[in-house]
């Protein structure tokens, strides 16, 4: 199940507070789930967490031999910014998430 996005630039008070406790209770009936979301935009700009599992909710277009994403500039690549930011975190399949979630702070990346 997928959480709201709880981490960015543009989050109010209200706007966490509401997303911590939607977020709590989507993960009580589910069992299993990411324990952070954010878009590319979001990786771009943001500090990153440094353990739990970090779901990155993209919207791939095609640039050339590449992708970019709906939410980044035109022509920025999606796949630079994610070697760039995720440089040496595992990345796993929803499969390996359980409700004791994963070690060393690995990335949930669908298959």
Same mark, same amino acid.
């Given at each position: ?20 406790l ?9 069992? =299993? ?21 970090l779901?990155i909710? =993209? ?44 070690p ?8």
């Amino acid at each position: 199940m997928r959480l709201a996005r709880n981490l960015g630039e543009n989050l109010n008070l209200p706007k966490r507070v509401f997303k911590r406790l939607l977020n709590a209770r989507l993960q009580q009936l589910a069992g =299993a789930t990411a324990d952070y979301v954010c878009t590319p935009v979001d990786l771009r700009n943001a500090a990153m967490p440094t353990n739990g599992v970090l779901e990155i909710v =993209a919207h791939p277009n095609q640039i050339g031999a590449d992708f970019g994403d709906a939410y980044l500039n035109p022509e920025e690549s999606l796949t630079r910014l994610l070697e760039q930011r995720m440089r040496g975190v595992p990345r796993v399949s929803y499969g390996a998430v359980t409700s004791v979630g994963l070690p060393g702070g690995a990335v949930v990346v669908k298959p």
